[in-house]
């Protein structure tokens, strides 16, 4: 089963990462998408974000995991939500930008490439991609999930084949230079 799958698992989540959000990082995608903007979330977890990106945006939230769906969906029933693999992207639906926030360190290489990939395929023409990581360069396993800690230049090469970069920064989340951002642009 995975992870999240198990309520006492992503409440225990959900607890942790109170005071969390994503505020800042989605101000920086604001400078660079319209308001309305189709944006998807991927892998919204308990929504925080997605509540955020919801003021300015007409947004999808994503997850693969079916329970912090239905308990957002039960608070927000009007909610645009879908359940989604961050690898595979499986909707025929299309996007002008596709959002997460530490969601993309949990998948292995080739993995973040076949996500990039299928981004690349979701996103309408000159659409945006914005994810932030773990800055590092190791591989780590908390509670049966993987953590890959990754360098800026190590995302950059790998998104390169379908997005051109408009940007990258190394920021702390909780911890001097802990975290980094990426903006790219389908090509």
């Known amino acids: 089963m995975p992870f999240y799958d198990d309520p006492k698992n992503a409440e225990d989540y959900i607890e942790m990462a109170k005071g969390y ?12 998408l319209t308001e309305g903007a189709r944006v998807l979330e991927l892998g919204m977890g308990p929504g925080v974000d997605l509540d955020i990106l919801a003021k300015r945006y007409n947004v ?5 995991a079916p329970y912090f769906l239905e308990r957002y ?5 009007d909610a645009d939500l879908i359940e989604l693999d961050a690898v595979e992207i499986d909707t025929d639906r299309t996007f002008n930008g596709i959002y997460s926030n530490k969601v993309l360190h949990h998948l292995a290489d080739e993995a973040l490439d076949n996500s990039f990939k ?3 395929a979701a996103l309408n023409p000159s659409g945006l991609i914005f994810h932030s990581f773990w800055h590092g360069n190791e591989v780590m396993e908390m509670h049966g999930m993987t953590f890959h800690y990754r360098s800026v ?3 950059t ?4 084949p379908y997005f051109e970069l ?3 920064q190394i920021y702390a989340e909780m911890e ?3 975290s980094f951002w990426v903006m790219a642009k389908k090509r």
């Open 176 to 178: 001097k230079d802990d």
């Open 60 to 64: 999808t939230g994503s997850d693969n």
């Open 118 to 120: 299928n981004q690349a």
């Open 73 to 77: 969906k039960k608070a927000n029933p």
């Open 21 to 32: 959000d994503g505020a800042e990082l989605i101000a920086i995608l604001d400078e660079h």
């Open 166 to 168: 408009i940007d990258a």
């Open 157 to 160: 090469d790998r998104l390169a």
């Open 153 to 155: 230049k190590y995302v």
